[in-house]
């Protein structure tokens, strides 16, 4: 296993490399880029953006063009000094070839040194530490109750197919699937978050403005109590699949010759199941735990955070891809591909703490 756990950790950096070149040369080469958000902007006379760049104002460098700028490869440059259009191309660093960035890039990702946002005052380092753990929070913790409560019900309605309990549960599940999140999320400020009802919960943020002067029991409370509706909302519809395919699993395996075999020899019901059932039943669960969690992590909560107004990673990256700030996107990108790869070996190690069958030495 040890030189499993080693060759699958080497494969990690090609992976990252091929991964991080693609992502490149498509965002790179596409039109709209940080240029021309910055040309649009001081086309709409931003003087804050001009000074920015050149220390001076829009007056001053109106005062001193002259130009022809159908010769200009950004669109919407009319009426711009080419000079200050590189001095932009320098601020992003596009005035260097597409490869010499390209190289820069991977050279500053192996030390983990992600530049600086382009459109936020502050490193893309510092950005994901403080948006981490409003993401880390939704992530974990509703990953961990959709599992905590899949595997149980789905294991339950397996043994009770077809009985009134698998019907209504699949009803529930099913019904709950259908609603989108941020539907749900709505109703939920309505009714207990000073909506039309009931004042019960927090509307926005992860902790309290006082939550540094809580003990740490009160911090606790504090936490989970602006958490309960974000959660609630994210787990609504989270279950059905992994429920589904937990009951399905089962009913596959126990429908195989050596559950029959085990029971003909007289073995407990409950051994049956949970010795024998039950490890190979959950492969197919673990198999797809890596792609669920990073789902969750990531994407799942783009809507929650708005309307929860929870400022975490997943409304930077949309915020950065909205905006072409490349440092965070390319920045989000890698520690995201990084901690899925990572995630993806853990959920193979695991496979062989439940199933001692699985060799993954012998797939050389």
Excluded: C
């Amino acid at each position: 296993m040890t030189s499993y756990i080693f060759r699958r950790l080497l494969l990690i950096i090609p992976t990252l490399i091929g991964i991080m070149t693609i992502n490149f040369f498509i965002v790179q080469t596409s039109p709209g880029g940080p240029v021309e958000k910055m040309i649009m902007k001081m086309q709409g006379n931003d003087d804050g953006a001009l000074q920015r760049i050149t220390g001076s104002s829009q007056s001053d460098i109106m005062q001193t063009q002259s130009i022809d700028s159908s010769t200009s490869k950004y669109k919407g440059s009319n009426g711009l000094d080419p000079e200050l259009i590189k001095d932009i191309e320098k601020l992003y660093g596009f005035d260097k070839p597409i490869l010499e960035r390209y190289f820069m890039m991977l050279k500053n990702y192996a030390l983990f040194d992600f530049g600086d946002s382009f459109f936020r005052n502050s490193t893309v380092i510092e950005l994901i530490k403080e948006k981490l753990p409003v993401s880390i929070s939704l992530g974990i913790w509703s990953t961990l109750l959709i599992y905590l409560v899949s595997i149980p019900l789905g294991i339950k309605k397996a043994l009770k197919h077809g009985s009134k309990f698998d019907v209504y549960s699949s009803t529930i599940v099913i019904v709950g699937s259908a609603i989108p999140g941020f539907l749900f999320a709505i109703l939920l400020i309505i009714l207990f978050s000073g909506g039309n009802y009931f004042d019960l919960f927090p509307l926005r943020g992860l902790v309290s403005e006082n939550f540094d002067e809580l003990n740490v029991f009160e911090k606790i409370i504090d936490y989970f109590w602006h958490l309960t509706l974000p959660l609630i909302a994210m787990l609504i519809g989270g279950f059905a699949t992994l429920t589904m395919l937990t009951k399905n699993s089962f009913l596959d395996e126990i429908g195989k010759q050596y559950v029959l075999t085990a029971r003909a020899k007289g073995l407990e019901e409950k051994k049956v199941l949970y010795s024998h059932v039950f490890r190979n039943a959950m492969l197919i669960i673990i198999s797809g735990f890596p792609a669920a969690f990073i789902g969750m992590f990531f994407t799942g909560s783009l809507l929650i955070e708005i309307i929860f107004s929870l400022d975490g990673i997943g409304l930077l990256g949309f915020e950065a891809t909205m905006y072409r700030d490349y440092p965070v996107m390319f920045g989000t990108l890698y520690m995201f591909t990084l901690m899925g790869l990572v995630v993806s070996l853990i959920s193979d190690i695991v496979y062989t703490l439940v199933d001692p069958r699985i060799n993954f030495e012998k797939n050389k």
